[in-house]
């Protein structure tokens, strides 16, 4: 979402402004708008001298140079813009206000009105257009199908099954920041041959399958099952050298994999091999390989020591071979069902590594031990029944005795699955369909064949895939119903379906009322399904996806790449400290201020913190006030920087787009590469090469904004680790810098402070939009900023706590009504204000 004001504007803006030129970069004029001086160029305004008023002087002074209707920079001229009819211009008046607040307007490096004379012209604006919205048009989300994420969660809660959407469904265009995003969310053929199969598979691994073949399933690797060369393990997969959360205490290393076993019966495991005949990496002493499902062990056996040492030395390959059959072929039995199965080792040693030289890894640990990369499932080699799953008992809800129950029964299953898949109770024409893909199915594969039909045919039903809402039949607004009132809540909080309270709440007509409504949304943010606001809201507002797109240079960083890679690491941190705020009933400056994070010993390391030790992460006090907040994680500074080096641009970029809704303008096409040292030549640090690269007016018009940001947070390196001396000249780092306001920042803790103080409160404003638009599926317009701004009024009164501002958003016309017109917000997804 970018703006009218380009990076064009801001050279126009160098150009054709009128008045004396700046003495220096950054200079502003003094005085609030009152004290504006009479400008010449009311007259080409239209507006006689005598009855400017001084917001109209302000404009004139500042903005007219360039947006007049001669130049018109950015598509945009302010000659008939009267600041005391905001609410007519609102369109244009969001623009102003938005780059007025993000410093970006006047461009850095020239004259521009100081932060009083600013902040009172905003909130001028903001005031007047507020005043002539006081029921602003709620919108209208268009048809949407469920997302992939979505769908994934939706099957969770609706058949009591785990599954990877990933494996049947394409991935989700984003649009606003966010995958939810209606206009983003059409189908095509290809979508509906997608749904069709991955109904079908989940309704089999659901059921189950009693003439299920056997297969065979890789897990990892497959190049890791037989070996050749030593094995490669994943990257962050990390040296198996401690302990794993989920596996036994006293086990080192290894994996853990949740698999779904068609049917009860017998079942082959094999380990990825461990021993090679052309050298003999770590076998200098014994490994205990345990193999277990659901935390039971079924098998162990050992790998290396003196033993297989020798054999390998003086047989080779029979030896070998004879080796790695210990892994091979292991049978086990298990019940339908998904089940967790485990590979790990003995912790034989605490001691640290016998190599000569310290290991690589930050937190120690041996070196010469085995690790397992891959294994294969096989089964069912012998079927001997289906057990009752977890999937099977939200299935079956009554189980026939008789052949004459039969029909009866299935008529209850498909009713109650209608129920819950559809959002709102299930009539005859709902079911009757249903009862012939049963009979259908049952013709052939008994009872539960026909109930396995129907689970397809529910999974593949429009009134499960697509989230509708009908339209007012007189073509106005009108205010939701509490059925469809409770899916966009339980969308919202949940990213799934109603619960059975939720729904018989709706159905009951009970959530339109207030109190109900409060009470339902303090009971769902307890709920451990509204971690979602976390990992999908919080994740995808930050924009966490690009992590996955940074892979850290191993010349540079050895200690964190490769199996040492700890963008895993950094996620989970990130996800636990986001959830600990927003599912807390905190105020969401915690975001910024907490002095709190979550860690484990390997990502404590990687940090510098000795005391913490252990696989599980847990909640850590900092003494380092710099790591304070999200300024200071490792996912988010890690995300703003190259491989191989920090990036002041990016993460000024970052702090702008995200953390206060200003996003500055795409840079022009054809950008000069940042200068780099050469070799014979002195070394310059990365802040003086920046200055030389953003030397021209031109480029300094963005970069006077975004650097100051980026550079108060050069202590930290590519990685998220924290240093104090630059990599190139090894002097002390200068992270100070001036605000385009004049106001000076000297490091993290200044820019974190003037983040939180700002009276306009621009953080909690750029999550509330963020938040609205996730919660209603639909990019916001101008016309959406005084619901925005009133919500955060609201929450400001409860010290801005994030289940405030969630209540503001769902009490709002925008998330309770519903517009069939098309000209109110989002009607057509294409306006935006940013």
């Not at 009172?120 to 903001?126: A, R």
């Not at 080796?323 to 039995?333: A, E, P, T, V």
Request: glycine share 8%; with cysteine; hydrophobic share 40%.
């Amino acid at each position: 979402m970018r703006t009218a004001f380009g990076t064009a504007g801001a050279l126009f803006c160098l150009v054709l402004a009128s008045g004396s030129r700046p003495e220096g970069r950054g200079q502003t004029t003094q005085g609030t708008p009152s004290g504006v001086p009479a400008d010449p160029r009311n007259a080409a305004a239209g507006v006689p001298a005598d009855s400017v008023t001084p917001q109209r002087a302000l404009i004139n002074q500042y903005c007219l140079g360039c947006h007049n209707d001669k130049a018109k920079i950015g598509g945009l001229s302010l000659n008939d813009f009267n600041p005391d009819a905001a609410s007519q211009h609102a369109e244009i008046a969001e623009k102003v206000i938005r780059k007025l607040r993000g410093g970006l307007m006047p461009p850095a490096g020239v004259r521009r009105p100081d932060g009083k004379a600013s902040a009172e012209f905003v909130s001028f604006l903001e005031t007047r257009i507020d005043a002539g919205a006081a029921t602003p048009a709620p919108g209208r989300v268009p048809l949407r199908r469920l997302n992939r994420r979505e769908y994934q969660y939706a099957v969770r809660d609706l058949l009591g099954l785990n599954i990877d959407a990933a494996a049947w469904l394409p991935d989700d265009n984003v649009k606003g920041n966010f995958d939810n995003n209606a206009a983003a969310l059409q189908v095509s053929p290809a979508f509906i041959d997608q749904y069709i199969y991955a109904a079908r598979a989940v309704a089999v691994e659901a059921i189950g399958n009693l003439k299920a073949p056997a297969e065979t399933i890789t897990y990892g690797d497959v190049a890791n099952m037989v070996i050749s060369l030593p094995p490669d393990g994943a990257d962050g997969g990390g040296r198996q050298q401690h302990h794993i959360e989920g596996l036994p205490f006293g086990t080192r290393g290894g994996f853990l994999i949740e698999h779904n076993f068609p049917a009860d019966g017998e079942y082959e495991l094999t380990i990825g091999d461990m021993a090679l005949a052309r050298e003999v990496p770590r076998m200098e002493f014994e490994n205990t390989v345990i193999a277990l499902l659901d935390g039971k062990e079924f098998y162990r056996t050992s790998i290396g020591g003196e033993a297989d040492h020798k054999a390998i030395d003086q047989k080779l390959d029979p030896a070998v071979e004879e080796i790695n059959g210990r892994l091979r072929k292991i049978r086990f039995k298990t019940t339908a069902g998904q089940h967790k199965l485990g590979i790990t080792f003995l912790h034989r040693s605490f001691a640290e590594s016998d190599e000569r030289t310290r290991t690589i890894a930050l937190e120690g640990g041996q070196e010469r031990i085995q690790a397992a990369h891959a294994l294969q499932i096989r089964g069912p080699l012998s079927v001997t029944g289906i057990s009752q799953s977890p999937s099977r008992s939200k299935i079956f809800i009554c189980r026939p005795t008789t052949t004459r129950e039969e029909l009866g029964c299935a008529s209850r299953i498909a009713e109650n699955l209608a129920r819950r898949a559809f959002r709102r109770p299930a009539t005859a024409e709902d079911v009757n369909p249903l009862l012939a893909f049963y009979k259908a199915g049952s013709a052939t594969g008994g009872f539960d064949g026909g109930i396995r039909d129907v689970v397809s045919a529910v999974l593949a039903s429009p009134h499960f895939l697509y989230r509708a809402e009908t339209a007012d039949a007189s073509g106005g607004t009108r205010t939701l119903n509490d059925l469809e009132l409770a899916s966009r809540l339980s969308f919202f909080l949940w990213s799934s379906l109603p619960d059975e309270e939720l729904l018989k709440a709706a159905t009951d007509a009970r959530l339109s009322n207030p109190d109900v409504l409060a009470a339902q949304v303090s009971r769902m943010l307890a709920d451990q399904r509204a971690k979602s606001l976390s990992d999908d809201f919080a994740f995808q507002w930050l924009h966490i996806a690009k992590l996955s797109e940074i892979t850290p240079d191993r010349t540079q960083f050895p200690h964190a790449s490769g199996l040492l890679d700890p963008r895993g690491m950094l996620k989970e941190e990130l996800r636990l400290f986001l959830d600990s705020v927003l599912r807390s009933d905190r105020s969401v400056f915690d975001l910024l201020t907490a002095d709190y994070t979550f860690l484990n010993e390997r990502l404590a390391m990687h940090y510098g913190i000795e005391s913490v030790k252990g696989a599980h992460f847990r909640r850590v006090t900092l003494d380092n006030p710099a790591r304070h907040g999200l300024l200071g994680k490792g996912a988010v500074l890690m995300m703003t920087a190259y491989p191989n080096r920090t990036s002041p641009v990016l993460r000024g970029a970052w702090i702008l787009d995200r953390l206060l809704g200003t996003p500055p303008a795409d840079p022009p096409l054809e950008v000069p590469s940042l200068p780099e040292n050469r070799r014979g030549q002195p070394a310059r640090t990365l802040r003086a090469r920046l200055e030389e690269h953003r030397a021209k007016p031109t480029c300094f018009a963005c970069h006077g904004v975004m650097d100051p940001l980026g550079l108060a947070l050069e202590n930290f390196n590519a990685v998220g680790q924290y240093r104090a001396n630059d990599p190139d000249t090894l002097a002390l780092i200068d992270t100070g810098g001036q605000l385009p306001d004049g106001t000076p920042v000297k490091g993290p803790d200044d820019l974190r402070q003037q983040l939180v103080s700002r009276p306009d409160h621009q953080f909690v404003q750029a999550l509330t939009e963020n938040l609205l638009t996730y919660a209603l599926g639909r990019s916001l317009d101008y016309r959406d900023m005084p619901t925005v701004r009133r919500i955060v009024r609201q929450a400001g009164a409860d010290n801005y706590k994030f289940k405030s501002i969630v209540m503001g958003v769902v009490s709002s016309d925008a998330f309770r009504k519903r517009e069939a017109g098309t000209n109110g917000p989002a009607a057509t997804q294409t306006a935006s204000i940013q």
